[in-house]
């Protein structure tokens, strides 16, 4: 027999911060709040093009270059994003915004992991 009971799962889905202080219980599933909520979508940019032409490759980075990485680096066709970068960052805004992940969602991703549940 389990010791784990609905509500010690509960309990633990609060202190962890998945769900809402509320009772999930007392509440329609309708009502309850979200594990987390979704970030906008990201608005991929097209890649920078030099004047040559050619996109922004390993030796033509700056340090103000967005430093994303698109396709294979084992290909020859692999480059960078090379839009300017945020300040003091390696990433335009837009892929800083997708390389983020934020706690919230973290801890979801965590808690729905089969290898979390195993421990």
């Not at 490759?57 to 290909?75: A, F, H, Q, V, Y």
């Not at 892929?95 to 983020?100: A, C, I, L, Y």
Request: aromatic letters at 8%; charged letters at 25%; proline letters at 8%.
């Amino acid at each position: 027999m389990s010791s784990w009971t609905e509500e010690r799962v509960d309990r633990l889905k609060v202190k962890w911060g998945l769900v809402g202080r509320r009772s999930t219980k007392s509440q329609p599933a309708s009502t309850r709040l979200p594990l987390f909520a979704p970030s906008p979508p990201v608005i991929e940019r097209a890649a920078l093009k030099l004047d040559n032409g050619e996109f922004v490759t390993t030796s033509t980075l700056t340090s103000r270059s967005c430093k994303w990485p698109i396709g294979d680096p084992t290909e020859l066709d692999f480059h960078y994003c090379g839009q300017l970068s945020e300040p003091g960052g390696s990433y335009c805004d837009v892929h800083k915004r997708k390389g983020h992940q934020s706690r919230a969602s973290m801890r979801a991703i965590h808690w729905k992991s089969p290898l979390a549940r195993s421990r």
